[in-house]
């Protein structure tokens, strides 16, 4: 129903509207820090960013080229195209969005309405994240706003199964593997209050997970698919707080996790086996950021998850949550500190970082350089070296990370 109404109101918004645009072009290239080979995966080349605006109504659309340089491939995709309505109440939008919620950065627990593209996880906001079709509606009070959203279509992570790219789910099942889900619908609502110095909001969420997970296996060979898949469902309860104390600003999140097979019947047939997956999980952000001397930015931030409960409970060991923060999966405890340096009025963007597992050894080192000699032009330097630790097997994340370590070159023209 939305993209029919996306057909009716687009012809309407180009006659009666203005026209502004904005965009980039930013050509890239990886090489690895072990034997400076490229790496042969798409990035995105350039985005255009269009909108028609009318009396108190815009139409947005945001085009996107992925690009790659090994078989000189480039794929268009639309990553947004909405309509939007500012009444005076709030504001309505209808159409493929990506919608962002908490007050961290980089890392949002309570963040689940769209998902998460592996090809840009080491990016932040919503350039790591994928359109869906929705409607939200959101009304703003004195003191407080809530927004309530709806979509239609189930949207899974876009993961990765190519070797230059370090962090792959074990198992790349078939589509016949994968059971449909019954119902789609999917619906949340988040209402932040604004007090002296400080913000909190709370949100809830249903939905199913973004991942798969693995339900019945069917022990009687031969069979092409012994293992059946599907998306859980799962309901997600978001607390987020930012407070500002001076020179010091606090953002915390916290997201309470409670997933269910949303497949699991009982069956008389001895040789399938069936999971009746229910879990409950948490995960956290804790940050906090200081601005000093000649406007020096320095974050630190502290990322947890935590299962509390999982049934049957033989699996515990296997259980893994499909929502949240990507990151919370990877690392169940890590610390990141990082910082911004403008030198040479603005001219110059040093950002370094370090990011340490505090469960086993490893860490990251990272540093970004943006230098731009005129206006609209930026030459893009980012360095990210991963150590792990050999005594962990092949299978610690952070020693399959050790040959991502990489340098990237890029410029950027935006207009």
Known sequence: MIRYFLLFIIPISITFSQLHFSGFVNPSQMYGLKNGDTFNLPFRFGELEAGYSFTNSEFKIIGAAEHRWTNMTTDFEIREAYWIWYPSFGDISIGKQIHAWGYADASNPTD??????YYYLFLTGIDRKIGSYSASIRYYGENWQVQGIIQTEHQPNRLVFEDDFPIQPPINPPSSAIDDIDDE???????????????????????????????????????LTPIQFEYRKSDILGIDMVNLFGDFIFRNEIAFFTTKSDKYHSSADISILMFNWTGKYIQYVSQVEYTGFSDILIAAQFLGNHTIEVKPTFMEDFFQGGMGTPFANIFENAFLISAAIDLFNNM??????????LEDKGYMTGCELNYSPIDNWILETTLNNFVGDDELGDNYIFNQLEDFSHIKIGIKYSF
């Open 112 to 117: 689940n309405i769209n998902a998460y593209d």
């Open 185 to 223: 619908l999917e619906f949340g609502f988040r209402t932040q209050f604004s007090f002296d110095n400080s913000d909190l909001s709370i949100s809830y969420f249903h939905g199913h997970e973004r991942m798969l997970s693995a339900y019945t296996f069917n022990n009687s060979l031969p069979y």
């Open 348 to 357: 110059l963007e040093i950002k370094p970082l370090i990011l340490v597992n």
